[in-house]
């Protein structure tokens, strides 16, 4: 009924940036909060930063000062600027959602949608 359509990932040296976006889309009645999460190799998945609808944002601490994450609701759409990237922010980066979606005539809510990934490579 939904999915989820990352863009932005790539290689790029320290301290270089990079912008991922994600798209949901499908029949949907309301994104509720959309985020970032990023899994490196040997490590559990983990939270990058989450934004809601009504604006109130999550954000990792190692993260905080260099990575901003905005919304575009409107668009079904969820934006990650990593600024001053390290070599330890190397990871897949999964975009997640809770989006309540038109099963027939009647909404639903799911939580937790996924994306496929998209992978962000720091390295000189």
């Known amino acids: 009924q939904v999915q989820l359509v990352e863009s932005g990932g790539g290689l790029v040296q320290p301290g270089g940036s990079l912008r991922l976006s994600c798209k949901a889309s499908g029949t949907i009645f309301s994104v509720n909060a959309m985020g970032w999460y990023r899994q490196a190799p040997g490590k559990q998945r983990e939270l990058v930063a989450r934004?809601?609808?009504?604006?109130?944002?999550n954000v990792r601490d190692s993260v905080k000062g260099r990575f901003i994450i905005s919304n575009d609701f409107a668009k079904n759409t969820v934006y990650l600027q990593m600024n001053s990237l390290k070599p330890e922010d190397t990871a897949v980066y999964y975009c997640?959602?809770?989006?309540?979606?038109?099963?027939?005539?009647?909404?639903?809510?799911?939580?937790?949608?996924w994306g496929q990934g998209t992978q962000v490579t720091v390295s000189s």
């Open positions: 997640n959602a809770d989006i309540t979606y038109y099963s027939g005539s009647f909404p639903i809510n799911e939580p937790d949608y």
């Open positions: 934004i809601t609808n009504g604006g109130s944002t």
